[in-house]
């Protein structure tokens, strides 16, 4: 398959880094030394189904395809304010798409779970034409006293159009148990039948530990894809990976002797955005001509579970109407 259409879209309100030391122990430097994050967008007026129909409209729009054109809708999302119904269904109707879709929950590596999905679809000729939306609000996960998350997190959507084609080279995509790192839970009702009483938890967050099985896991993926397909790392000509930390990109970059130029990044603008960073990242990239055609792409990312996903793609030049 093949990427033919892109779009993203952000919260209005943009927070520095200076605007959190009214309430938080932390100061611009102490952010931005440890993460690279300078501002962040956070929904206050929108709601994150609003940034899911405009990312996707703009994909689809860019695409050359009309609404009805759609055979199956994928949504990455972690968690929202319905647990039923999906996001994807909430969405769907307002986009003018009429076709099965679902929410996947992939954590931050729910992008290329929902590539790697669409592709075994594609490839199976169950569809044609699939739209992958990653709508993400990690702010409301956080205990915003606490400067160890909290200052990390970004909200945000992104979105591409996928159909036939030639331009996806492999995927590779793990998962394994490692609860205790990183967890946020929500708790249910009570029953007449277990009356254990559950209380919502903030994200939980064990940094170091994330830190090093991130940059583990994705030099392996990395590692191993690159390897499958015979390449090294100077084949690749732009490595889009997960926008969480400057410091786990740059300790990927540093193992693969690769310059800077190649690992383009815009967590300094919106934090980590979840599944949507990637997305939201060759959105910008691509808009702004900064791709050039028949690149060739390695996408990866990892997230809670723990998880971790990884794609090689030949991109082809989008054209986008003014």
Known sequence: MKIIGTGSALPEKVVYNDMLTGFLDTSDSWITTRTGIQTRHLLSKETLSE???????????????????IDYLICSNVANSYVTPSLSSIILSPLGCCCPCTDLNGACAGFLYALDI??????????????????EEPSRFCNWHERETSVLFGDGAGAVVVTEGNGFVDFRVTADTHTDVLYYKRS???TPYDRVEEKTMPLVMQGREVF????R????????????NNLTGDDIDMYLLHQANLRIIDSIREHLGQPKEKFPTNLQKYGNTSSASILILIDELSREGLIPDQSTLLL??????FVTGAAITKWSKIEYNS
Not at 52 to 68: R, V, Y
């Open 188 to 190: 249910l009702e009570t």
């Open 118 to 135: 669409a592709d075994a679809f594609i490839s199976t000729h169950r569809a044609k034409n699939i739209l992958i939306v990653a709508a």
């Open 212 to 215: 090093k099985l991130a940059v």
């Open 51 to 69: 940034l899911a129909i405009t990312s996707a409209s703009a994909a689809i729009q860019s695409s050359g395809l009309q609404p009805s054109d």
């Open 300 to 305: 990866s990312a990892f997230g809670g579970g």
């Open 217 to 228: 896991a994705c030099i392996k993926d990395v590692d191993t894809i690159l390897e499958k």
